[in-house]
């Protein structure tokens, strides 16, 4: 799952959503939503910390 680019792991998890507004899901789309998920937020906060940690805070 590293490996979907960022678009399509979005529009995986808006998939889920969708589905979920017309039918229960299963275990297994349950599953995979929420392991879709957790590699948006994985990548959301990596990319978070990689601006924050670029910044320097100086006293005037």
Known sequence: MKNIPHDDLVLKINEFTQLT???????EEEQERADYREEYLRRIRGSLRGS?????????
């Open 52 to 60: 924050i940690q670029g910044y320097k805070y100086e006293k005037e």
């Open 21 to 27: 507004r017309e039918r229960e899901l299963t275990k």
